[in-house]
C-alpha cells in the first residue's frame, strides 16, 4: 500500500523563525513529489520535484528530494503570519498520475 | 478566466439521502480527481476519471458513485450508503497522464445530520 508521512503534524513558531517540514514516502512507481499548501480551501501547488528537478526555490521557500532516503523537506526562511496553512505533501505513483497524501503539517506562525 | 468550479460551497443533507456534489473545469484538463478531507487525515482518494466515459475506484470508493459523460464535467454522488458522509470534498484536475501537479476547486462542506 502506498503510503506518505509528515513531521511533524503541527508545528508553531515565531514571526522570522525558520522551519523545515518533512516527508517521507513509500510508493510503488514514484514519478514525483509534490508540497501544496491549503489556507481555507483549495489546496495550491508549491512545488513539483522529480527525478530531474530535485532542488526548487520560490522566494522564501525551497524544497529537496532525496530519492535515496525516500524523502523531501520544505524549508521556510523568515516566516511571516501569512505562512500559517496546512502544508501537504503527495507522491505521484503509477502512469495515471495518482496522487497519495500526507496527513498534512499545520503551521503556525506567531506576530 | 480558467479554472474549476465546485458547487454549492455548504451542503446539508439529511441522512438516507443521496446527493450530488458539481464539479466542472475549463481547462481542457483530461484527468478529474475527487478527495474527502477529514480533520487531520489529509487528503483521500475516492474516484478518479483519465478520460471521458471511463473512472476507477480510489482509496476510498465505497459509498460513492461518479460519471464522466463530458471532459469538463465530473460529479459525485454521496449515497445514502456512505457511513460518514460528513466532511470536505474537493475536486481537482490534470492535464494527463505525464506526473503533472493537479489543481483544485474551492471545496464543497457536506454536512449529514
Known amino acids: 500500500e502506498d503510503k506518505v508521512v509528515q513531521s511533524p503534524l503541527s508545528l508553531v513558531v515565531h514571526e522570522g523563525d525558520t522551519v523545515t517540514l518533512n516527508c517521507s514516502y513509500e510508493?510503488?512507481?514514484?514519478?514525483?513529489l509534490l508540497w501544496y499548501k491549503q489556507e481555507k480551501k483549495a489546496p495550491t501547488f508549491l512545488f513539483m520535484l522529480t527525478s530531474s528537478g530535485i532542488e526548487k526555490k520560490s522566494g522564501r521557500l525551497s524544497s529537496i528530494l532525496d530519492k535515496k532516503e525516500l524523502s523531501s523537506i520544505l524549508n521556510i526562511t523568515a516566516t511571516q503570519t501569512g505562512d500559517s496553512a496546512i502544508y501537504l505533501c503527495a507522491a505521484t505513483t503509477g502512469a495515471n498520475s495518482k496522487l497519495t497524501f500526507g496527513k498534512g503539517i499545520t503551521l503556525s506562525v506567531r506576530p | 478566466d480558467g479554472g474549476i468550479t465546485q458547487s454549492p460551497k455548504y451542503l446539508f443533507r439529511k441522512e438516507g439521502q443521496n446527493v450530488t456534489l458539481s464539479c466542472e473545469q475549463n481547462?481542457?484538463?483530461?484527468?478529474m480527481y475527487w478527495y474527502r478531507q477529514d480533520p487531520g487525515q489529509g487528503l483521500r482518494l475516492i474516484y478518479y476519471?483519465?478520460?471521458?466515459?471511463?473512472?476507477q475506484k480510489g482509496d476510498i470508493a465505497e459509498g460513492y458513485s461518479v460519471s464522466r459523460e463530458k471532459k469538463e464535467s465530473f460529479p459525485l454522488t454521496v449515497t445514502s450508503a456512505q457511513k460518514n458522509p460528513t466532511a470536505f470534498y474537493l475536486c481537482?484536475?490534470?492535464?494527463?497522464?505525464?506526473?503533472?501537479?493537479?489543481?483544485f476547486g474551492p471545496g464543497t462542506r457536506l454536512t449529514v445530520t
Open positions: 481537482a484536475s490534470s492535464p494527463g497522464q505525464v506526473p503533472y501537479e493537479q489543481y
Open positions: 481547462l481542457n484538463h483530461d484527468a
Open positions: 476519471s483519465q478520460i471521458v466515459n471511463d473512472f
Open positions: 510508493v510503488t512507481n514514484f514519478r514525483s
